[in-house]
């Protein structure tokens, strides 16, 4: 199993920065929606590592693939005065129609350390209208800190992304949890930590939304009930230990695994409670 390497997540972070940017650089970025784990840790205050750079969208996929190439080019040049000389390359790990699964790895020419970013896209139903908001990249305090100690070191990277809003996110994890083949402990982290935002407001048509505008349908792999139920404790608890000591520094996950992540298992138990007393269509 990887475990928590400091140094390698600080490059690869730049190395996201420097994709984020140049796709949000883009004509036509406007619509892409920026989402998940990465999303989190830019731009609500995230303070795990996330490797994956996911966005949904309803482009067609001939100027998806445009935008997603141009975007490519333009951070392979941007990489070698952050990581000296080195080559960019792509591998295309599709297996969905309609989404595209990237694995953009940067390889120095002078160390044996690669550097692997995730891109994700997923299409959407069309007219699906996803709850986001604006925000310039070059005032995200993440990121901002990051130019002021000269890591990141693209001049004024003021490209506009646009994020799903705290509540979308969450919606997302929703979905995640019922959906998902296998546990993810990430998604439980993700959920207490959004859980501690007053802006991510528990939105029931938001999450029934996201359980049909997706292009690909929701079939469910768990119900509410089962993070409810005692049986399910080993197995979250296995799911933490197995995802959490990849993106959090060993002393956070001695502290969270002392209390016997606690407070995740009642931040998700507490959300399925609220969601089951919604009333909503849900499984």
């Known amino acids: 199993m990887k475990q928590y390497n400091e140094q390698h997540i600080r490059k690869a972070e730049i190395a996201q920065l420097i994709l984020l940017y140049h796709i949000y650089a883009q004509s036509g970025s406007q619509h892409l929606v920026f989402q998940g784990g990465t999303a989190l840790r830019w731009c609500y205050g995230g303070s795990r590592f996330s490797e994956d750079l996911d966005f949904v969208t309803a482009m067609p996929s001939e100027d998806l ?9 333009g951070a392979e040049r941007e990489m070698v005065p952050h990581f000296g000389s080195g080559r960019l390359s792509v ?12 694995l953009i790895t940067w390889q120095s020419h002078t160390a044996r350390e690669k550097l ?30 990051l130019v002021m100690v000269g890591e990141f070191r693209i001049p004024r990277p003021n490209s506009v992304l646009v994020v799903e809003t705290p509540s979308e996110i969450l919606s997302d994890k929703v979905r995640a949890l019922l959906e998902r ?73 001695a502290v969270h695994c002392k209390n016997g992540y606690r407070d995740f298992l009642e931040a998700v138990r507490e959300l399925c409670r609220e969601l089951k007393a919604s009333g909503g269509d849900l499984p």
């Open 181 to 253: 083949q296998y546990l993810k402990g990430l998604d439980l982290f993700d959920i207490w930590l959004l859980r501690q935002n007053p802006a991510a407001q528990l939105k029931l048509n938001q999450v029934e939304q996201k359980l049909r505008c997706y292009s690909w349908p929701f079939k469910a792999a768990r119900t509410l009930d089962f993070f409810l139920h005692p049986s399910s404790e080993a197995l979250l608890k296995d799911a933490l230990e197995q995802d959490l000591s990849r993106f959090l520094p060993p002393g956070v996950m």
């Open 116 to 145: 692997s970013i995730k891109l994700e896209f997923e299409p959407l139903v069309s007219d699906t209208k996803l709850e986001t908001e604006k925000l310039v990249m070059s005032a995200l305090p993440s990121v901002s800190y």
């Open 65 to 73: 693939d445009a935008l997603i190439a141009k975007s490519i080019k």
């Open 91 to 102: 591998a295309d790990k599709t297996v969905r129609a309609g989404s595209r699964k990237l």
